[in-house]
Every structure is written in structure tokens, then in C-alpha cells.
């Protein structure tokens, strides 16, 4: 979660996929892995953006984790279903109860938002069919920690060796 002035602005510039190459901890032999992560952003929606704690069913649940003698005893983790929509959240971030409540509305309230928005862009689209389709697959940056450190962001085009600056948040490196 990123807060701040102009947060939205900067983080949507990172929606798309994004791309890692390193050698694996887990590899008997050293192999190079690649995997891939589809970012999406998206504001946190407030409750008072149309959603009432009336239409939501709230069920506390063990959050998931390792089994055996670490076995979560504690019901923290909450689902939050919209009941009008079906759609669904789960919060089990947090140790309490009442802060994965919180978090699993805020979340609820941003999916309920987007899906009332697809519908609107849906109907956008059938109305100007002409537009190009919006499709998923765009990869903005790629991330190589082994053998060499760079990282490229293919929108800017920049480059940058400075991997762990990145990582730790220093985007203004790779973007323009």
C-alpha cells in the first residue's frame, strides 16, 4: 500500500507485468528462474463511496499459514461478501480481528467500485467499438538480479544497475 501526495500518480505508471530473473535458494543447481507478477493499481475506495455495512456478511476464519504446532488457533483472519454483488474479500494480514475487518471492507469497497466501473467501460466499449481493446500482457519492467544486476523499463527505456535502490523504492531511477 503506497500513501502520500500523489501517490495514485506515480504508482499507476507501474500497473502491468513485471518481470524477474534470479537464481532460485531452492535450486540444487544454480539455475537461472524467471517469474512474473501482473501488477494492478488501484485507489482504496472509502466506505461512504456506496457501500453500506448493512449489505455485508463478515465471517472470521483462522488465517491460512503452516500447520503442526504453529497452527493458527485464533479466528483473525475476516471474509466480507457483498451480499447485492457477491463479491467477496479476505484480510488475515493483520493480528487482530477488528484491523482485518477494516482492511477486508476497504478492500470490498475498492472491488465493489471496480466492478460497478467495468460495467460502465463495458458499455463505453460496446458504444465506441471502434477503440482499440484493452488487453493484459504489457510488460513495463524487467528485473535480472543474477548473473549481472539491471534493471530495464521497457516504457522509459532507462536502465539501471542500481538494483537494490529500486527494489527499496527509488523509482525515479527507472522512470522519467
Known sequence: MVRGP???LLMRTEAGV?????????GKKEKRHTSFAAVSVQPISSLDEG???SDVRFEAMCAGGPGGQHMQKNETAIRATHIP???S???QGERSQSSNKKMALKVL???VADAKTRVVDEGKRKRHSDLPSIQFGN??????LTPYRLISDLVSGRKTDKVDEVLSGNLSLVRS
Do not use: W
Open 6 to 8: 500523489g501517490a495514485m
Open 85 to 87: 454483488t457477491g463479491i
Open 109 to 111: 469497497a475498492t472491488r
Open 89 to 91: 474479500a479476505k484480510s
Open 51 to 53: 457501500i453500506r455495512e
Open 18 to 26: 513485471h518481470r524477474l530473473s534470479r537464481i532460485s535458494s531452492f
Open 139 to 144: 510488460q513495463v519492467r524487467s528485473y535480472v
